[in-house]
């Protein structure tokens, strides 16, 4: 899907704007804190049903303002159109509309307008702990797989529960327990079916694109990556029930899906304890765009938008050079980019041999630059 026009309404920073948008190459230049990430924030908004700077919708209300309300225009190739709009008042409930229909349920939109964002943030997925990297997976394949999203759900919920009857004073019943695992073992099996099937598309395309951006790394053939579950398949369910002394003691469940990872290894070592600042960045570049080339290729087939948050920072000019280059391709559709140097957005912008529209944004205003 293209998005054609956004509104944005009391949103952070932004207290209007009006933006219209190409349909190839969107730029947003401006210095820190002015709002140009406020804005892809709203686009990320749009699919997500979530800010990804603010879980807590209260804080995503404009201050001094009551309410937000973002809404997107969207068209496909064949001109189907769509019309999202995203508002909440300060005390009230959110709410989501496709099409003038409310959106009972947030995760039945999930999927409709696939998106990856790439920011300065997820480096945390090449140096940070398991977490992030399983919250990369899940966000991957909750965009096109609503079962799973559903799965993934149901067990956190569950988890929830058990890790309450765990940490009570009181010992727990054991028939709940036992209702309980087995929940948590079905679930627990869709969602590394899941992961397993991902890892298993996601890591040639991975291993395809790090020689294709990083040509003078020597290395580049030693670079993988693989799903590592805690538990075997089928093994939940027993591990729950003979863990259970163990899990009272410290209070929460130890076992599932809640603990898998994934294992990033450059030249046979864990990235994160070998790779300098540039090539945890390049990375984490390659990370995302796998997931862009995931997402095309499977579920719905929608053209995903790419979101590039501030990301020139940091890279040498020619990897650049060879980043512009190939996501101008065919391979990409809409894209948005923000950067806070106008000289080198510019430089940017004219390698991408792209349509672009370029945006001024100045605290909180957005406007077509001169």
Known sequence: MILNHLTLLNYRSVAQAEI??????????????MGKTNVLDAIYHLSFCKSV?????????RHGADFFMIEGRY????????????????????????????CRRFADHIGRLPLVLLSPFDEMLVTGAAEA???FMDTVISQHDAAYLAALVRYDRSREQRNALLSAETPPDDGVMDVLEELLAADGA?????????AERFAPLFARLYPALCPDDAEAAAVSVAYTPAVDDGALRDALRTGRAKERIVGHTLYGPHRDDMTLLYNGQPVRREAS????????????LAQYLYLR??????MPMLLLDDIFDKLDASRVARLVEYVSGDDFGQIFITDTNRSHLDHILEASRRDYHLFDVEQGRVQMAR
Not at 53 to 61: A, E, K, W
Not at 190 to 198: H, L, M, P, Q, S
Not at 277 to 288: A, D, F, H, L, N
Not at 297 to 302: A, K, M, P, T
């Open 53 to 61: 700077l603010s879980p807590q919708d209260m804080y995503n209300v």
């Open 277 to 288: 600042q540039g090539q945890t960045k390049t990375w984490t570049i390659v990370m995302k």
């Open 75 to 102: 068209a496909d190739a064949d001109g189907l159109t769509m019309e999202v709009n995203c508002s909440m008042k300060v005390g009230g409930r959110k709410r989501f509309r496709v099409d003038g229909n409310v």
């Open 297 to 302: 290729d499977c579920g719905s087939r929608l």
């Open 20 to 33: 219209s948008l190409s349909p190839k190459l969107n730029a947003f230049v401006g210095a820190n804190g």
């Open 190 to 198: 869709r969602i590394v079916r899941g992961r397993r099937a991902f």
């Open 133 to 135: 990297r399983r919250r």
